[in-house]
């Protein structure tokens, strides 16, 4: 593939909304302070890349720190996006600041969908009621094109579907079901494809598992990408390699040369900073490569084979291969 040319993205609309998506969305974490930190004229150049590539898809979150990068690649670009957004604020006033950050730090008037985010359920989203009602009023001021939510449980899904004003949900869904708290792969489908019929737009995130399904990216990627009630998949890519690969991916396509090039690169297990300690994967770690100290997992690099089996017991999704 010549980096550049050639683009045949597929868009969809998300549900019943206005909004039409590219299929394939670059998840902007990975490029952040929270996972290869790059600096900032080479993490917004890859999501320049990723834009000029035909992907009109971008995920970000207040807690990911990287508005900036979104805001110097707009800059670059002179093109606009579709952006998605989320912020675990609970009261009014706080999502409101929520709101205005995103807004100034990405140099936006508006934005296209803001997430409530990791819902966990129905008791947790009435929790949230607040911040909910604030998101409402701004999108009736026009501040916010559609509201929703991300989970990683099948609950969370469900009660996204039964609220009227939830218009996106971002569910965590992979070929494994690494990562659901709350059940099986098949009953997290199961969740989506009902959301779907009610008209609510669908975005994945986790399709390789927090980087634990390297070993089957390919089997992985198609197994969303097929599906018909997820209408875009959010991937974290940190370089124009791994853009040009999902996107050729994205088209059915295999490429060789650069799976083998993405395959060989250097890859290691990261503990993210919201570990709390629990200990769950510690002691599911058959190679004794992780330790609490203090109250976080640390990881003995000689011991560990990257084999990702601890990531399944962590219920906060805290580790993954990158």
């Known amino acids: 593939m010549e980096p550049g040319g050639g ?23 990975t490029i952040g302070p929270l996972q290869k930190n790059l600096l900032l004229e080479e993490g917004a150049g890859v999501i320049a890349y990723a834009l000029e590539r035909g992907i009109t898809f971008l995920d970000t979150a207040e807690a990911y720190k990287t508005y900036k990068y979104i805001k110097e690649a707009l800059v670059m ?19 409101k600041i929520s709101v205005e950050k995103a807004l100034d730090e990405m140099g936006l008037s508006n934005l296209d969908i803001f997430l409530l985010h990791e819902q966990e ?19 009736e001021k026009g501040m916010i094109k559609a509201v929703g939510l991300s989970t990683h449980t099948i609950a969370g899904v469900r009660a996204g579907s039964r609220r009227r004003e939830i ?12 990562g659901i708290i709350d059940g099986t792969r098949d009953q997290m489908l199961a969740a989506i494809k009902e959301a779907c019929q009610k008209g609510k737009g669908l975005y994945a995130m986790k399709a390789f598992g927090g980087g ?31 853009i040009d ?6 088209q059915g396509r295999r490429c060789v040369e650069l799976e083998a090039e993405i395959g060989s690169q250097n890859k290691k297990l990261l503990i993210e900073d919201w570990c709390h300690g629990c200990g769950s994967c510690v002691e599911a770690c058959h190679q004794e490569a992780l330790s609490i100290i203090g109250e976080k997992v640390y990881i003995e690099e000689d ?18 291969i990158i």
């Open 7 to 29: 683009v045949s993205m597929r868009y969809r609309r998300l549900g019943c909304s206005n909004i039409i998506v590219s299929e394939l969305c670059l998840g902007v974490l």
């Open 77 to 95: 670009t002179g093109l606009k996006p579709v952006i998605a957004s989320k912020s675990y604020a609970y009261t009014g006033r706080a999502m």
């Open 121 to 139: 359920n129905e008791q947790t989203l009435r929790g949230h009621e607040e911040a909910l009602r604030y998101l409402l009023k701004a999108r």
């Open 167 to 178: 218009e996106i949900i971002h569910p965590l869904i992979n070929i494994q079901g690494l």
């Open 212 to 242: 634990n399904l390297v070993r089957q990216a390919y089997e992985a990627f198609q197994f969303i990408n097929h599906n018909p009630d997820i209408h875009s998949t959010a991937i974290g890519m940190k370089n124009r390699a791994e």
């Open 245 to 250: 690969l999902n996107i050729a991916w994205s």
């Open 303 to 320: 011991k560990c084979i990257l084999c990702g089996y601890c990531s399944q017991y962590c219920v906060d999704f805290c580790i993954k």
